[in-house]
């Protein structure tokens, strides 16, 4: 796959745990593909995966599973 920031062939997508939001508005979407180029270093998303992304938040009652989650603050 051919990088959209500096053109080379190599990009690989992985796959990246997202959180939007904070507090009892906070949704976590796993298994978020993002697009990693090993030539310049950046990783971004793709449009189809923000397109995702936003129906997923605007739908987030039908995809989310309530969970209970740890959280720590960095001190």
């Known amino acids: 796959m051919n990088c959209e920031i500096c053109a080379k062939n190599g990009a690989q997508t992985k796959y990246v745990t997202r959180s939007y939001g904070k ?21 971004y998303l793709t449009a189809e995966t923000l397109h995702e992304i936003e129906r997923i938040k605007l739908h987030r009652r039908s995809f989310a599973k309530p969970r209970n989650v740890a959280v720590a603050s960095f001190v």
């Open 23 to 43: 507090g009892a508005h906070l949704l976590v979407i796993e298994n978020v593909p993002i697009v990693v180029c090993p030539h310049c270093g950046e990783s």
